[in-house]
C-alpha cells in the first residue's frame, strides 16, 4: 500500500516528502535528547562559512547566543515548510503555495528561538545564582567562540548538578563547537569569560 502511494507521487513530490519526513525524525529526535537533557551537540551545531573561525554575520544573529544559522532551526524550518506544502499541494498555485509554505517554516523557526530564548530566561533566573556558582565550572562549548572578545559564542555547563546554557566570551584564540572550558568570570547573568580547559594542564 505504502510502495503503491510512494510509486504513484511525481517526483517533486518524493523530495517533498523525503525533506518533510525526514525532517519530522528528527525533530523528534531533538525533542526527546531536549527533554531529557541529553548533549545535544551531536545533533545540533554551529555553521561556519568557511569551516574554519568566520562567524555568522551580526545581521542574521538574533544575539545572546541565539544564532539563527544552526541545525536544528534548519530542521524546524524544513519541518514547517514540508508539512505546509504536502498538506496544500493542489490547492492552489504552486507559487502562492510554495510562498506560503516558506513563511510557515520561517514562523516556525522564529516561535522556537522565543521559546527557547524565554525557556533559558527561566532557567537562568530560578534558583541558581550565576554571579556565585558560575566561576569555576567546567563544560564544553556548544556554538564557536571567535578569540580575543571578538564575538560571542555559546557554552554549556554543569552548575549546581545541572546542565545549563550561556552565552560566552573568551580572551583567548577561537574556541570550537565541543571544546572543553571552564568558566573564569560571569560578565553579566546571561554571558560568561571562558577559557579552554586543557590550558589549565601544564
Not at 508539512?83 to 502562492?96: F, K, R, S
Request: proline share 2%; glycine share 10%.
Amino acid at each position: 500500500m505504502i510502495a503503491t502511494w510512494w510509486a504513484a507521487l511525481s517526483p517533486s513530490m518524493k523530495v517533498l516528502w523525503a525533506i518533510t519526513l525526514v525532517a519530522s525524525l528528527i525533530f523528534v529526535i531533538q525533542s526527546i535528547a531536549t527533554f531529557l537533557g541529553a548533549d545535544s551537540d551531536a545533533i545540533d551545531s554551529d555553521i561556519d562559512f568557511d569551516g574554519g573561525d568566520s562567524q555568522v554575520p551580526d545581521a542574521i544573529d538574533g544575539g545572546h547566543g541565539m544564532n539563527l544559522l544552526t541545525f536544528r532551526n534548519l530542521v524546524n524550518f524544513c519541518l514547517g515548510f514540508g508539512w505546509t506544502a504536502v498538506l496544500l499541494q493542489g490547492d492552489g498555485p504552486t507559487g502562492l503555495v510554495m510562498t506560503v509554505a516558506v513563511l510557515v517554516g520561517v514562523g516556525l523557526v522564529a516561535l522556537i528561538m522565543y521559546l527557547f530564548k524565554w525557556l533559558s530566561g527561566m532557567q537562568q533566573t530560578g534558583t541558581i545564582n550565576v554571579y556565585k556558582s558560575a566561576v569555576g565550572c567546567q563544560g564544553k562549548v556548544y556554538l564557536t567562540i571567535p578569540g580575543e572578545r571578538k564575538g560571542e559564542g555559546k557554552v554549556q555547563i554543569t552548575i549546581n548538578g545541572s546542565v545549563r546554557e550561556y552565552a560566552a566570551l573568551t580572551d583567548s584564540d577561537t574556541l570550537k563547537t565541543g571544546t572543553p572550558i571552564k568558566v573564569v568570570e560571569v560578565i553579566n547573568a546571561s554571558t560568561l569569560l571562558v577559557e579552554e580547559l586543557n590550558s589549565l594542564i601544564i
